[in-house]
């Protein structure tokens, strides 16, 4: 069961958090334009006449396009059509790829093999699709030398250069200097 969201207004209440369509009784409206289930035009009428047509078919009516004048109504199988639109959305979900921002922090003076497992667990990080944000943290004086942090940033490019794209160059934000790489499009 979803959570729904409810505005009330004088007009009543009406859900918000995700807007379906009107179907059959709930059309409210003096003249709709009628699109029949195999798409042809049914032409402008009461919702009354295109609910005795929907019934004659064993369909319902649904309201697929509700700004437009006048609102233009289709006679479908309404659970089928719900069906078809979840089985599409569920397809779509499983087709995105969520790509993670992953961190790994620097020191100016960091020692070689310290160096080195950080640089795998970036590569690691890319090679799992996941974008690194490169970061040198510095404290105290070392601030005054963001040369040292410049060049640490770049020899992370230069040894990344095979399985990574640097996204934005290496930046200074308050006492830390940034850089994002991105994961090598595969061929």
Not at 1 to 12: D, K, N, P, Q, V
Not at 134 to 146: K, N, Q, S, V
């Amino acid at each position: 069961m979803s959570a729904r969201i409810y505005f009330f207004s004088r007009l009543g209440v009406k859900n918000i958090a995700k807007e379906e369509p009107r179907i059959n009784e709930q059309i409210r409206i003096r003249e709709i334009r009628v699109v029949g289930d195999e798409g042809e035009q049914l032409g402008v009428m009461s919702p009354r006449e295109a609910m005795e047509i929907a019934n004659e078919r064993h369909l319902d009516l649904v309201e697929i396009a509700p700004t437009a004048k006048p609102p233009v109504c289709r006679i479908m199988d309404y659970g089928k059509y719900r069906y078809e639109q979840q089985k599409r959305e569920k397809e779509a979900k499983k087709k995105q790829k969520v790509i993670d921002v992953k961190e790994v922090k620097f020191r100016p003076g960091i020692e070689d093999h310290d160096f080195e497992v950080k640089l795998k667990n970036a590569i690691r990080f890319l090679n799992d699709g996941d974008k690194v944000k490169c970061t040198i943290m510095f404290r105290g004086r070392e601030l005054t030398h963001p040369e040292l942090g410049e060049a640490l940033l770049d020899r992370v490019a230069e040894k990344l250069k095979d399985v990574a794209v640097v996204a934005r160059k290496s930046k200074l934000e308050g006492r830390n200097m940034i850089m994002i790489v991105d994961p090598k499009p595969k061929k």
